[in-house]
T-cell receptor
C-alpha cells in the first residue's frame, strides 16, 4: 500500500510569509500527527488530528495551525514565518487498529525561511 | 506531561562493538514505548515497540530493548553493530489514554566505523 505522502518536499519562503504543507496518510489511517524536526531538538509534537478533530496540540504559538479533511488528508499552516521556523516538518499516520504499531512517517517537507 | 530523555547525543563505535542507548521517560500512567531509526537520507521508521507482555522486545536487524518499569527506562541494545547501523535513533513514548500523541527524545546519532 502507498505510504504517507507529503508535499511539497522542499520550500523556501521569506520571513513574514505564510506556508501550507500537505499530508496524505496511508489509506485507512484516520489519525494524522505533525512534528517539527530540527537538529539537536529531535521531534517536537505540533498537533494530532483524528476524524477531522484536533485531539492534541503541542506547545507551539498560534501561528501554527492545522486541519484534517473528511478523506483524512491533513494540512498544516504557518503564518508570519520566522527564521526559527526553518525545519523538517514530518507527518505521521496511524490507525486505532494498528495503534500499538506506532506511526508511519512521511519523508517530510523541508522548509527554509530566509 | 510526558517527557523523554536520551542519555547520549552522539555515539561512535567500531564495527562488532556492542551498543546500548539509554532512554528514560517520565509519565505516571501506562505507556507504549518505541524506538525509531532514521538512516541517512531516509524517513523515520519503526525499529521496535513495547506494548505489553514480555519486557524484552526484539526488533528488526538484531536490535532489542528492555522495558524496566521501576526505572522508567527503555534502553536499546545490539550485541554487535555494523557499519550499516549508522543512523539517528529516537526513543518515543505514547500514553495509552492520550490519543496518538507521541513524545520523542532528542535523538542519538550513532556512527559506526568500518
Amino acid at each position: 500500500k502507498a505510504g504517507v505522502t507529503q508535499t511539497p518536499r522542499y520550500l523556501i519562503k521569506t520571513r513574514g510569509q505564510q506556508v501550507t504543507l500537505s499530508c496524505s496518510p496511508i489509506s485507512g489511517h484516520r489519525s494524522v500527527s505533525w512534528y517539527q524536526q530540527t537538529p539537536g531538538q529531535g521531534l517536537q509534537f505540533l498537533f494530532e488530528y483524528f476524524s477531522e478533530t484536533q485531539r492534541n496540540k503541542g506547545n507551539f504559538p498560534g501561528r501554527f495551525s492545522g486541519r484534517q479533511f473528511s478523506n483524512s488528508r491533513s494540512e498544516m499552516n504557518v503564518s508570519t514565518l520566522e527564521l526559527g521556523d526553518s525545519a523538517l516538518y514530518l507527518c505521521a499516520s496511524s490507525s486505532l487498529k494498528d495503534r500499538g504499531n506506532g506511526y508511519t512517517f512521511g519523508s517530510g517537507t523541508r522548509l527554509t525561511v530566509v | 506531561a510526558q517527557s523523554v530523555s536520551q542519555h547520549n547525543h552522539h555515539v561512535i563505535l567500531s564495527e562488532a562493538a556492542s551498543l546500548e542507548l539509554g532512554c528514560n521517560y517520565s509519565y505516571g500512567g501506562t505507556v507504549n514505548l518505541f524506538w525509531y531509526v532514521q538512516y541517512p537520507g531516509q524517513h523515520l521508521q519503526l525499529l521496535l515497540k513495547y506494548f505489553s507482555g514480555d519486557p524484552l522486545v526484539k526488533g528488526i536487524k538484531g536490535f532489542e530493548a528492555e522495558f524496566i518499569k521501576s526505572k522508567f527506562s527503555f534502553n536499546l541494545r545490539k550485541p554487535s553493530v555494523q557499519w550499516s547501523d549508522t543512523a539517528e535513533y529516537f526513543c518515543a513514548v505514547n500514553a495509552r489514554t492520550g490519543g496518538f500523541k507521541t513524545i520523542f527524545g532528542a535523538g542519538t546519532r550513532l556512527f559506526v566505523k568500518a
